[in-house]
């Protein structure tokens, strides 16, 4: 494995030239198109070295905005401002989301796509480097997830490829997109429907996490449909005259409670779960409007299909045993996912060449002081060796999980999704702790490392036309052969954009003191006044304990 340092431009020079020409002694002499490659590549990492200062800030800035899905309106303002500064063409509001946006450079083909999700987690709000529970705004949402470290790491690549692309005229189209409202699984399929992706040769995902590394065929996991199921009643006197009223309240209790029971006899792979969004306005009005909000995840469509009719007809027998009636509505959908085998063994080639990025003390003191915190049976800090490449799951062995709408994208164009270790390991996900490390030089270091990847494997894209080739061979004749995409939205199904409005409408004035000024302070740690890092020298209180 060749270590590259984050930092020393010379050192990367010397550690790229002394691995490729391991590969001239050990191959063949590389023809000139390759070594032409070869010095690009080492141009695109010294540029992206260059860049660590943009990087850091990016991820610091969309940190403390930590906005929540559909509402990342200074996200987006300060992504797309970055990308214009750049010389990136931007378009915005597109599938009619008004935080949804495309930034394009370059012409002609390939067309390579570059996404990453924007959005937050509730009641996430955090310090960075500490490593115990303690919000900067307690209540608020924050970045829970690290959805604040993937786009700033795709900029960072694109700018860095922008400029070998001028400096050589090579010709293509980079192409930028955010994740919206991915928590909600609410934005890719409509960008898909919609057209999007239509022109677009590759797309290279990224998503954080704790290696460097990358899959290809079935991932684990799930895909999924988000329902909201409104039900019907009538008000009236609770105490006065309860005969008189119907209770939409009632409907979505015994929804809730057959759902229950009727979970035993589902498949094994399957995960559902629910909360009410509306259970009426006051105990002595009978509630006449209630509503319970689903994701149903499973395997495969037909599956998700079942869940969902099931669903269905839940909603059903609730109003008929209550006597209301009942509507529901799309709120989000996410296909299983399948990333390409070419692409992958690509990116697999850059992440072998970059390696993971070199851990501090202090990094390696805050990961395991959050293991310790967490109560993990082993404490073992940030990862130090590349993790391998991740293996297709066969369906039948698929024990389900989580869900990226990414799915939808990797059944319409060849797709993979690049992970970049940003993040501790160990974490329960969706949760303060996965905050703490997300702008601090563990995030930062990890986004450098992950976006000399991705410029890397968007030279191998732009430069190999034979790549492409073999990319939509994989998708047309092994992927898509048999199983096709049947997507879940209807032409008029529209995007779920009132979500988290009356979160960020009770938060963002609150917030807004607590967003980071690149101008005044050189990190986010700075202006926040933290010691990095902060770990608890004292063992917690049993009333902290008891938050486990
Ligand atoms: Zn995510």
């Known amino acids: 494995m060749t270590r ?41 990492v010294e540029h992206v070295d260059g860049l660590a200062k943009v990087a850091q800030e990016a991820v610091d800035s ?10 990342e309106v200074e996200t987006s303002k300060y992504l797309t401002g970055l990308l214009e500064k750049n010389g990136f063409t931007v378009t915005r509001g597109v599938s009619g989301i008004p935080t949804a946006w495309v930034a394009t450079f370059g012409s002609g083909k390939p067309v390579i796509a570059l996404g990453s999700d924007i959005d937050g987690i509730p ?15 307690e209540g608020a949402p924050g970045h829970g997830e690290g959805h604040n470290t993937g786009m700033p790491l795709n900029i960072v690549a694109a700018i860095a490829v922008k400029r070998v692309m001028e400096r050589e005229k090579l010709p293509g189209t980079i192409m930028l997109w955010p994740g919206v409202a991915e928590e909600q699984l609410a934005s890719k399929a409509w960008f898909v429907r919609d057209g999007m ?21 079935a991932g684990g996991g799930n895909g999924m449909m988000s329902v909201e199921y409104t039900f019907e009643g009538e008000t009236a006197h609770s105490a006065g005259a309860p005969w008189r009223g119907r209770s939409a309240l009632d409907a979505v209790e015994l929804m809730s409670v057959g759902w229950q029971y009727r979970r035993e006899h589902l ?40 869940l969902w009719e099931i669903g269905n007809k839940m909603a059903e027998g609730a109003a008929l045993m209550t006597n209301t009636t009942w509507t529901s509505r799309i709120l989000g959908t996410a296909y299983p996912q399948h990333f390409n085998k070419p692409v992958a063994d690509t990116v697999f080639a850059n992440i072998q060449r970059v390696g993971l990025p070199e851990w501090s003390e202090a990094d390696q003191a805050l990961a395991k002081g959050l293991q310790k915190e ?25 024990m389900g999980g989580g869900s990226d709408d990414i799915g939808d994208v990797s059944w319409n164009v060849p797709t993979v999704t690049l992970r970049y270790p940003s993040n501790i390991p160990g974490l329960p996900g969706h949760n303060w702790s996965s905050g703490i490390a997300s702008a601090t030089p563990i995030a930062h270091k990890g986004v450098v490392a992950g976006a000399k990847v991705q410029a890397m494997t968007i030279l191998d894209l ?39 409005e009356a979160i960020l409408g009770k938060y963002r004035e609150q917030m807004k003191p607590f967003y980071y000024d690149p101008s005044k302070f050189p990190t986010y740690l700075d202006q926040l006044g933290i010691k990095y890092p902060t770990v608890r020298t004292t063992p917690p209180s049993p009333q902290q304990d008891e938050q486990h």
């Open 123 to 137: 009641q996430s709000s955090q310090k960075p480097g500490v490593a115990y529970k303690d919000p900067i705004l």
């Open 374 to 398: 967490l109560g993990n049976p082993t404490q073992p800090g940030m990862a130090t060796k590349l993790a391998e490449m991740g293996q297709p799951v066969k369906n039948e062995d698929n």
């Open 462 to 500: 732009l430069t190999k036309p034979e790549l492409i080739t073999a990319a939509w061979d994989y998708f047309k004749n092994v992927q898509t052969k048999d199983v096709k995409y049947i997507p879940f939205l209807k032409a008029d199904t529209p995007p779920a954009i009132h979500l988290n």
């Open 4 to 44: 590259i340092s984050t930092l020393v431009a010379t050192a990367v020079a010397l550690a790229l030239s002394a691995s490729a020409a391991v590969a001239q002694t050990a191959a063949a002499k590389p023809t000139a198109a390759e070594a032409n490659l070869n010095a690009m590549k080492r141009g695109v």
């Open 62 to 71: 969309v940190f403390s905005f930590g906005e929540l899905g559909f509402q």
């Open 267 to 306: 498949r094994l792979s399957q995960r559902s779960h629910s909360i009410i969004v509306n259970g009426g306005d006051q105990p002595n009005v009978v509630p006449r409007n209630a509503s319970i909000w689903f994701y149903f995840r499973e395997n495969d469509q037909p599956h998700i299909q079942e």
């Open 197 to 217: 992706f239509k022109d677009v040769d590759v797309t290279l995902f990224t998503h954080v996490g704790n290696n460097l590394n990358v899959s290809w065929g």
